[in-house]
């Protein structure tokens, strides 16, 4: 009897240790729920037509063809999404008409495409011409004193408070047929980036026929590479107002326009990677340091300068005598082309001449 006890006992033991969830494998307690919520789903438009503010998370899907009329925000806190492979065709409209789209500080894109399903931005015409429809833009939270209002719209103005806020990725990204002028000094860009953080991605972007600049950044930190920019009527590549970040191979095209490349502002920015070709116009040069306390970090470079005329300006261009010679260095830089002007032109061209051939494997052909 004392055995049949004991294995009695042992029973109910067992029995209330599993009650209790002591560790048996078979344990089906309900799991406690997730004290994060989780996100809800992307929402593709029921209209391929987008107008307006976008709130919430969207989703645009590479199986049709969207189009953007009017000006067209992601606002603060929500959400654009681009598959790859996605067209986005900007309406024909100038002034308060023009297309063009707008990512708000506290809003994100994610456009990553591949370099076999790019997503492109271009016109409804979707042929070779400038100022078909307006750009995109990115305002961030990493400006600082010298970044004002985005100069298109007043309403949209950088925050100053992250400087390595994160508005998103634009990867594997083509904007064609671009730029409009709203009005005298207020343009439009293909790629416009005012006060963004350096979370952000922007990588293997070709802008092709922009009626203004190809890309331009007031301030900011966000880092860039790969960039690819022909055919613009302005400034191909233009930084202004402290734009801080690195840029990683950088290839102009210039055909039209004034300098393939300008810096403006207290500015220092590092450019790893640059390949430019100038062949017409010159006039601001084919580097153009402009205004006071312009400098620049240039390695790995080749700047060819094709212009000849009573306008061109050379190679490396300034405008001011207070340009930031003293944190400007050049390394591994080979200036060359047919032009016959100076390579280096301007109030600062002896002082940043002489830092040039001071730096290590400069070469002027």
């Not at 009897?1 to 009695?8: D, G, L, V």
């Not at 009650?19 to 078979?26: E, F, L, P």
Request: a negative charge.
């Amino acid at each position: 009897m004392k055995n049949f006890t004991k294995i009695a006992l042992s029973i109910a033991a067992i029995a209330s240790l599993n009650a209790c969830g002591g560790g048996s494998s078979s344990d089906t307690t309900t799991p406690t729920e997730p004290t994060t919520p989780i996100a809800p789903a992307c929402t593709t438009p029921s209209t391929t037509v987008l107008a307006g503010d976008l709130t919430g998370c969207t989703l645009l899907t590479a199986d049709k063809t969207w189009e953007l009329d009017g000006l067209v925000v992601v606002t603060s806190g929500a959400e654009l999404q681009i598959q790859a492979g996605t067209t986005i065709k900007g309406h024909d409209g100038t002034g308060d008409a023009t297309s063009y789209l707008i990512v708000d500080k506290g809003a994100k894109i994610m456009a990553e495409g591949t370099v076999d399903k790019p997503i492109v931005f271009t016109s409804l015409a979707d042929t070779k011409a400038v100022g078909l429809w307006g750009g995109v833009t990115i305002i961030g939270n990493a400006g600082n004193d010298q970044v004002n209002a985005y100069e298109v719209n007043s309403e949209f103005v950088a925050g100053a408070t992250d400087m390595a806020d994160n508005s998103g990725v634009l990867k594997y990204v083509k904007i064609l047929n671009s730029g409009i002028t709203m009005e005298q000094d207020k343009e439009i860009n293909g790629l416009s980036l005012v006060g963004v953080g350096s979370g952000t991605v922007i990588d293997n972007i070709t802008v092709d026929f922009s009626d203004d600049d190809g890309v331009e950044a007031w301030g900011g930190t966000v880092n860039m590479s790969n960039i690819t920019i022909s055919n613009c009527t302005d400034d191909h590549f233009d930084i202004d107002d402290g734009y801080s970040g690195t840029v990683t191979n950088l290839k102009i095209t210039q055909t039209s326009g004034n300098a393939a490349m300008e810096m403006s502002g207290t500015t220092l920015a590092t450019f790893d990677g640059l390949t430019i070709v100038q062949n017409t116009s010159g006039k601001e040069g084919v580097v153009f340091f402009k205004g006071a306390g312009i400098g620049a970090k240039i390695s790995n470079a080749t700047i060819t300068d094709n212009v000849t005329s009573d306008t061109a300006a050379g190679a490396i261009h300034s405008d001011n005598v207070d340009a930031d010679v003293a944190n400007t260095s050049f390394t591994n830089v080979t200036l060359n082309g047919t032009s016959t002007e100076p390579r280096f032109t301007g109030d600062s061209a002896a002082a940043l001449e002489a830092k040039f051939d001071a730096g290590t494997d400069n070469v002027k052909n």
